[in-house]
């Protein structure tokens, strides 16, 4: 029983937090409703928190795509306001005397009339030389005053980007890049949930068939255990026969409640993997077998194509595209050392009217022109952010030949093991069928009179050791199997969702 009692300890750890978890759970589906292995992966892929967040992580990337699109259309805003202005504008600082001219017919010109000495008929000059006009014509300053108390302006502006330095293109691939990584992403962690709903499930079809086989155990025990109190009323045995024997029953039925509760905690755990409230009472349709037979999804090969293991390994083709991502990104930041070259236009207006002489009314004008920007001097921040953006994408191709050799032995020692698992599982099928007719003879023996109590109980402890270590094997098959599939990238988990 001490092969039971190593599924059962591995499980004890859950108790108190799905107990907790249960209390907290009273919807759930029928008792006793069972699923298929495809029905939990699917529950699983529905409900998983994860994979929702991945999901959302990939929405996101479609819309930064669409926004990055967006970049290579023109840009339409409008601004606008409202100032108060304490004091008045003046265009002039005291009232303005012009001179003016008058048309001369001999010259045939217009000249300016100035202030003549009566006597030397000379203009009269004032002490800075300069002639004294005969006539001016007042300019007020009350007329030049204007009311700029209350101000209203606004402008709607088009940007059209004609030259970048290649930052809008570079985005467009970024984003569709990260996209394709977001997707990736989603495919890497949907396996991932894939992998833990089969380790759950094959869990309690292991505990299950534990659970039939301890139970078989303690009506072998209760059997002899009976038909040892028939020998000692008859006198053929002793009362040290019966007390080994009871002994061993309660042993027995100590493990049984163990693999019972077990059983119990590990349709818990794929409850709460598959997304459905812990208390569910989730049946599988494997465990309708007492003995879980090994079956694998395909022949194991003694090599693989890595090049193919690369192409289907979706963790592996993010990372790939990881590294064209940084190559976008260096090519963003090398886009800021170029020119800029953007096509402008805006309607401008403002309320005083500043093209009729700030008459209290809206008007506006339209204006086009053509922005360049050239960076001259950024004391080399500009180049070393692109030279950190290169490092950034050296960095990426060295994790990505790293991931590549530890997927070479991912494989390699999956395959090995699944192997292993395979003959072991043999073995333990030869080893029940010697156990079982160990039992048989044993038990005859034993109504024969030639066998001891002791050497069946021998015999049946042999047979539960053999029956348990092939259950244990069985269920190691299908969880190398499951994992050999998911190192070579073939492990079928599809997200569906809608951008």
Excluded at 49 to 73: D, H, P, S, T
Excluded at 258 to 277: F, H, I
Excluded at 336 to 341: K, Q, R, S, Y
């Amino acid at each position: 029983m001490s092969i039971i009692r190593r599924h059962t300890a591995v499980l004890g750890a859950m108790a108190v937090a799905f107990v907790a978890a249960a209390q907290q759970n009273t919807a759930g589906v029928a008792p006793g409703q069972t699923y298929t292995l495809e029905q939990c992966r699917q529950l699983a892929l529905e409900n998983n928190k994860e994979i929702m967040v991945r999901v959302e992580q990939a929405r996101k990337a479609g819309y930064q795509k669409k926004e990055a699109f967006a970049a290579y259309l023109p840009a339409i805003d409008f601004a606008g306001g409202y100032a108060y202005n304490q004091k008045e504008i003046s265009m002039l600082a005291e009232d303005a005397h012009l001179p003016v001219q008058s048309f001369n017919l001999q010259t045939q010109k217009y000249e300016y009339s100035v202030v003549t000495n009566p006597v030397t008929g000379k203009p009269v000059l004032t002490p800075d030389g300069s002639p004294i006009p005969s006539q001016t014509a007042l300019l007020p300053k009350e007329a030049m005053t204007y009311n700029i108390h209350n101000v209203f302006f606004g402008a709607v502006t088009l940007t059209q980007p004609i030259f970048m330095g290649g930052k809008i293109v570079a985005m467009n691939r970024l984003a569709d890049l990260n996209g394709q990584i977001n997707e990736n992403m989603l495919a890497n962690e949907s396996q991932n949930v894939v992998y833990a709903v089969d380790a759950a499930y094959w869990t309690v079809v292991s505990l299950h068939a534990k659970h039939e086989l301890a139970v078989s155990y303690v009506n072998l025990l209760d059997s002899l255990s009976l038909n040892v109190k028939l020998m000692l009323d008859q006198g053929v045995a002793t009362r040290s026969d019966l007390l080994s024997v009871d002994v061993k029953l309660n042993e027995a039925n100590v493990d049984l409640l163990k693999v019972e509760n077990g059983l119990t905690l590990s349709r818990m755990a794929l409850a709460q993997v598959c997304g459905l409230p812990v208390n569910s009472d989730m049946r599988v349709a494997d465990e309708s077998a007492s003995v879980p037979e090994a079956r694998l999804s395909a022949p194991v090969a003694t090599s693989y194509d890595m090049d193919e293991v690369y192409a289907a390994r979706s963790d592996l083709r993010a990372l790939a595209l990881g590294v064209k991502a940084k190559g976008e990104q260096a090519n963003v930041a090398r886009a800021d050392m170029l020119p800029n070259i953007a096509l402008v236009g805006a309607y401008s207006f403002s309320n005083p009217n500043l093209f009729n002489g700030f008459e209290r009314s809206f008007s506006g004008a339209f204006s086009v022109g053509v922005m360049l920007k050239i960076p001259l001097w950024h004391w080399g921040g500009n180049y070393n952010k692109y030279r950190a953006a290169k490092a950034d994408r050296t960095i990426m191709e060295l994790q990505l030949q790293d991931a590549r050799e530890k997927i070479d032995l991912q494989v390699s020692q999956a395959a090995f093991k699944t192997r292993e698992a395979v003959k072991t599982y043999e073995a333990t099928c030869a080893n029940m069928d010697k156990a079982q007719e160990n039992l048989r003879t044993a038990q005859l023996g034993f109504r024969e009179g030639v066998i001891t109590t002791d050497d069946v109980m021998a015999a049946q402890t042999a047979w539960l050791k053999a029956n348990s270590e092939r259950i244990d094997a069985a269920i190691e098959v299908q969880l190398c199997d499951v994992y050999l599939q998911k190192v070579l990238g073939r492990l079928p988990a599809r997200v569906e969702y809608q951008n």
